[in-house]
């Protein structure tokens, strides 16, 4: 506990909790990378799904860009919250829950992104997406549900 009480006292962290501008700041910044990141996913995984159809799966690749910048925002204001208060967050479970449905939803990304970029075209010729696509897309809605919920209750459990 001495390095996160270390942490908690840094001036940065004390800008975040004792002002009144580092702890909304990072707050709606997390609220905007979170719906950046859970909107880019949810049309994404639609479109998987077959909604959307007249947008080709090449041209996913642009938006999840935008979903890795909605993680780097989440990164950065999640981290900038974590150490204002973490000897708490450190042992609240859904905190923790919520963290693991985080690192869960980045890695789905990161390999729908790879199957995408690699057989999209493929997708497209053969007017069907292979189950690999349609598991991928159904955990991902499930990850980023679940992490959504989990953070809602970090203030309440």
Same mark, same amino acid.
């Given at each position: 506990?001495?390095?996160?009480?270390?942490? %908690?006292?840094?001036?940065?962290?004390?800008?975040?909790?004792?002002?009144?501008?580092?702890?909304?700041?990072?707050?709606?910044?997390?609220?905007?990378?979170?719906?950046?990141?859970?909107?880019?996913? *949810?049309?994404?995984?639609?479109?998987?799904?077959?909604?959307?159809?007249?947008?080709?799966y090449?041209?996913?690749?642009?938006?999840?860009?935008?979903?890795?910048?909605?993680?780097?925002?989440?990164?950065?204001?999640?981290?900038?919250?974590?150490?204002?208060?973490?000897?708490?967050?450190?042992?609240n479970?859904?905190?923790?829950?919520?963290?693991?449905?985080?690192?869960?939803?980045?890695?789905?990304?990161?390999?729908?992104?790879?199957?995408?970029?690699?057989?999209?075209?493929?997708? %497209?010729?053969?007017?069907?997406?292979?189950?690999?696509? *349609?598991?991928?897309?159904?955990?991902?809605?499930a990850?980023?549900?679940?992490?959504?919920?989990?953070?809602?209750?970090?203030?309440?459990?």
């Open positions: 506990m001495g390095f996160l009480n270390w942490l %908690e006292s840094t001036a940065y962290s004390q800008w975040i909790v004792s002002g009144l501008t580092g702890w909304p700041l990072m707050l709606s910044m997390h609220a905007v990378g979170l719906a950046i990141i859970v909107g880019v996913m *949810l049309a994404l995984n639609l479109r998987v799904f077959g909604l959307f159809r007249p947008i080709p090449t041209s996913l690749h642009g938006l999840m860009a935008i979903g890795w910048v909605g993680i780097g925002l989440n990164v950065f204001s999640g981290v900038s919250l974590f150490v204002a208060q973490a000897s708490f967050y450190i042992t479970f859904p905190f923790l829950f919520k963290i693991t449905f985080v690192i869960l939803g980045i890695g789905n990304l990161y390999h729908m992104q790879k199957l995408l970029k690699r057989d999209a075209v493929s997708w %497209e010729a053969a007017g069907a997406v292979p189950r690999k696509g *349609l598991v991928l897309a159904g955990t991902s809605l990850f980023w549900t679940t992490a959504v919920v989990a953070g809602r209750l970090i203030a309440y459990l």
